[in-house]
């Protein structure tokens, strides 16, 4: 199975301010039938599903705000939150989709400072 | 867009089954993918197999092989999960998630909380 392995566990970041999010997968998750990253963001909020944000690596899902960014390739990538929201306040996840059998990372818990 | 409604909250005991189901509405249930996803009281997401309606079978993670049973109903848009052997570390919110074929999940059920006691 492709492992995911997120950096950090938590943190805790300023409003306004910028939070970063990596994600690494134990292989390569690109899907050759289009040379994209099959690599996924999502968000969840306590008591709430998951929440897709960003397909593709870097393919922001409609209606999620354009602070929101997802950048990488290949085994390394990023989900990066250019200005913290008091709303943003959430864990989040990848996952992998380039295999049959899904992997999500462990999960990064963002609050405010 | 594809709305997932779950069947409710269980309580079983250690060493019997649960079976929990998913109706789909808003797409084309034959071709989309289902997964199922739980979820552990304050854990992270953890993947546990999924099942394309019109072919059929089901792929499952290895931790849960032999143990758990992904069905899907065409002719009701449902989908099911069944695990069986239930043991306290079951104790979890379990997901049903929609995608299709090589794409993340853009629809989520609201989750079924399966408690097991012993």
């Known amino acids: 199975d492709i492992v995911m392995t997120q950096s950090p566990d938590s943190l805790a970041v300023s409003l306004g301010e910028r939070a970063t999010i990596n994600c690494k997968s134990s292989?390569?998750?690109?899907?050759?039938?289009?040379?994209?990253?099959?690599l996924a963001w999502y968000q969840q909020k306590p008591g709430q599903p998951p929440k897709l944000l960003i397909s593709?690596?870097?393919t922001r899902e409609s209606g999620v705000p354009d602070r929101f960014s997802g950048s990488g390739s290949g085994t390394d990538f990023t989900l990066t939150i250019s200005s913290l929201q008091a709303e943003d306040v959430a864990v989040y996840f990848c996952q992998q989709y380039s295999s049959t059998l899904r992997t999500f990372g462990q999960g990064t818990k963002v609050e405010v400072k | 867009q594809v709305q997932l409604v779950q069947s409710g909250a269980e309580v079983k005991k250690s060493g019997s089954s649960v079976k929990v189901s998913c109706k789909a509405s808003?797409?084309?249930?034959?071709?989309?993918?289902f997964s199922w996803v739980r979820q552990a009281p304050g854990q992270g997401l953890e993947w546990m197999g999924g099942?394309?309606?019109?072919?059929?079978?089901?792929n499952y993670a290895q931790k849960f092989e032999g143990r758990v049973t992904i069905t899907a109903d065409e002719s009701t848009s449902t989908a099911y999960m069944e695990l069986s052997s239930l043991r306290s570390e079951d104790t979890a919110t379990y997901y049903c998630a929609r995608g299709v074929t090589a794409s993340p999940y853009d629809s989520w059920g609201q989750g079924t909380l399966v408690a097991v006691f012993s």
């Open positions: 593709w690596a870097s």
């Open positions: 099942i394309i309606p019109m072919f059929g079978t089901a």
């Open positions: 808003g797409g084309t249930f034959t071709s989309d993918s």
């Open positions: 292989q390569s998750v690109l899907y050759s039938s289009n040379n994209k990253n099959s």
